[in-house]
C-alpha cells in the first residue's frame, strides 16, 4: 500500500469513529485540587486542562466527532469546553459535545460505573452511527495518534484494543494489568490488582492498561447490554466489561511507543496525574531543559481556552529586589515584582510581590503571592492571595496543621484553607 494509499486509509477509518472522553470521575486522590471541579477540568502544564490532552490528540488525529461524557462537579469543565472548543464546524459533521448526566434510563439513576456512562448515552451515540468507537479517559496527560491503533484494531480483526502501556509493576496496583500472547492477542486482564500481572521477559514490568478502548460500534452496543443485564457486574470497563471480552472474545493490546506518537515524535510519555504528588511532579518536571513531555511540538499542538492576555513581566534590579524565573515556565499576566522564581511553573495572571522566593511549585491562575514570603515544594490553587510573610515548605508539622501535606511533602494551599472562599466555578 503506498503512502497516499496508507494515509487514505487511515483518514477514513478515523472519519468513521466516534470518540467518547470519560470525564465524570470524582478524582478524590487529588485531593482539595478537585473540590470544586472535576479532575479533567484540573489546570496543568501553564495554561491547559487535563482533558486538554484527550481532546487535542484527538482533533490531531483526524477524530472530529467527540462526545465528553461528565457528571461530578462538571460546571467548569463544561465551561472550559464551550469556550475553547467551539471551533470545529458542524457542518462538516465536527463537534465536541457534552452528555451531561441526566438519567436517561430511569430516574434516580446517575452514571454507576463507566460502562453504564456510555450505556445511558447509547441513544445519542447510535444517532452519530459511527463504524468504530474509542473509549478515553479524560484524564491523563499523554500525546498519541490514535488513527495507529484504529488501523491495528481493525487489521489484527479484534472486537476490542486496549491501549497499553509498559510501566512498573509497583506502579501498577492502581492501573489494569494484562498478559499477551505472541500475536497481541490478550489472554489475562485484572483491574487494580495488589497482584499485577508481571511481563514474563521484563521482570520488574507490567503491561498496564491506559484506559483507551477501540470498539468496533456494534459489539460495544452488544456489549453493553449484556454487562447491563448482569446483576453482579459494577458496570465497569477495566473491572467488567474488558475482562469479559478477554475471556468470551477477541480482545488486542495496541502498546504505546514510538509509533503511536504524533508529531515530531520524542519520548514516550504517559501520565496517570491522579494524586498530588503525581500531578506536582508531572508539571515541574516540565522545568527541564528537555523535559520528557514536548509541549513546544507545533506538529502535534495542544489545543485550550486562554484568555487574552499581556506577556509576563519581571520588574526591578536591585541586589534584594529582582524580578526574576530561573528554570521555570511562566504564563501571560504574570508579574514577578522583586522576587525570586525558581524551579517553578506559573499559571495565567500569577503575582509575585518583592522579597519572595518561590521553589519547586505549581501556582494555579490568579494567585497573588505576598511580599517577604517563601513558598518551597507547593501546589497553590487558583485564586489564593497569601499574605505577607508566609512561609509554606519549611516546617512539616505547621504546613500539616493549616493545609494539606502529602506523604512526599508537597503542601497544597486552596482559597477555603485560608478563609478565602474563592472557588473554581467563581
Known sequence: MSATETSRYVSLLTKNTLALV????????????????AKPAVPFGGKFRIIDFPLSNCINSGVRR??????????????????????????????????PASQRLEEGSWYTG????????????????????????????YKMDYGQMLVQHVESN???TVGSFDVARAEAVSLGTMRTDAHRRIVQFVEKSPDPIELPDRPGRSLSSMGIYAFNAR???EQLQRDADDENSTHDFGRDVIPHIVEHHRAVAHEFGPASLGGSGGSVYWRDVGTVDAYWEANIELTEVVPPLNLYDAGWPIWTYQEQLPGAKFVFDEAERRGIAVNSLVSGGVIISGAHVQRSLLFSNV???SFSRVEDSVILPNVNIGRNCRIHRAVIDKGCLLPEGSVVGEDAAEDARRFHRTERGI???????????????E
Open 22 to 37: 470519560l470525564a465524570g470521575g470524582r478524582g478524590s486522590r487529588l485531593s482539595h485540587l478537585t473540590q470544586w471541579r
Open 66 to 99: 467527540i462526545g465528553v461524557i461528565t457528571q461530578y462537579k462538571a460546571h467548569s469543565l463544561m465551561r472550559h469546553i464551550q469556550r475553547g472548543w467551539g471551533f470545529l464546524r458542524g457542518e462538516f459533521n465536527e463537534f465536541v459535545e457534552l452528555m
Open 114 to 141: 463507566t460502562a453504564n456512562a456510555v450505556l445511558q448515552n447509547l441513544d445519542i451515540i447510535q444517532a452519530h452511527g459511527p463504524q468504530h468507537i474509542l473509549v478515553l479517559a479524560g484524564d491523563h496527560i
Open 158 to 160: 479484534a472486537d476490542v
Open 219 to 221: 459489539f460495544l452496543y
Open 351 to 353: 503575582r509575585v510581590n
Open 411 to 425: 503542601t497544597v494551599i486552596t482559597a477555603d484553607m485560608l478563609g478565602q472562599h474563592v472557588h473554581e466555578d
